[in-house]
């Protein structure tokens, strides 16, 4: 029986084969890196987005409660009522930047959006003075950070 050897490779393609594989290595690891930082950019800023948005609806949830008490006790403090509608516009400005982050294919954000829509029928309402149907900001304000979080969580 003859013994089967294996021609010889000569040292110099060994290199290259072991550049090519290294140098697909490489590639694949910075693809992978690129979109993990997409991902922890995205997630950063949509945090920082929600943390917004919740700041200025319990601003504005304040100055509202804050512009009761005064009618109530009939007292006009402009200052408040400025500072309310100024809320207010912050409130949607701030939603509108979490719109663009999201997409609308899940319900975690269809539900987030329909809070949002809730919260701002109410916003309106009080802007208006129109007496507005019993309505639970606080509760509100919690059901859109669970969704948020949800969403954050289930980022891919």
Same mark, same amino acid.
């Given at each position: ?21 290294? @140098?697909?290595?490489?590639? +694949?690891? %910075?693809?992978?890196?690129? #979109?993990?930082?997409?991902?922890? &950019?995205?997630? /950063?800023? $949509? ?45 949607? @400005?701030?939603?509108?930047? +979490?719109? %663009?982050?999201?997409?609308? #294919?899940?319900?975690?954000?269809? &539900?987030?959006? /329909?809070? $949002? ?40």
């Amino acid at each position: 029986m003859e013994d089967f050897t294996l021609p010889e490779i000569p040292d110099s393609y060994i290199a290259i084969i072991v550049a090519i594989i290294a @140098g697909f290595i490489a590639h +694949i690891n %910075l693809k992978h890196s690129i #979109k993990l930082q997409a991902k922890n &950019k995205w997630k /950063e800023d $949509f945090r920082l987005h929600v943390s917004d948005y919740l700041e200025s609806v319990m601003n504005f949830y304040f100055y509202s409660m804050e512009v009761k008490r005064n009618i109530q006790r009939e007292e006009i403090n402009k200052n408040f009522q400025e500072k309310q509608s100024l809320m207010a516009s912050e409130v949607l @400005g701030r939603f509108n930047r +979490i719109t %663009l982050m999201i997409d609308y #294919k899940d319900s975690d954000s269809l &539900k987030l959006n /329909e809070i $949002f829509q809730a919260q701002h029928s109410k916003i309106n309402d009080i802007l208006s003075e129109t007496p507005p149907p019993d309505f639970d900001f606080p509760k509100s304000i919690g059901n859109f950070f669970h969704y948020s979080k949800r969403i954050y969580d289930n980022k891919k």
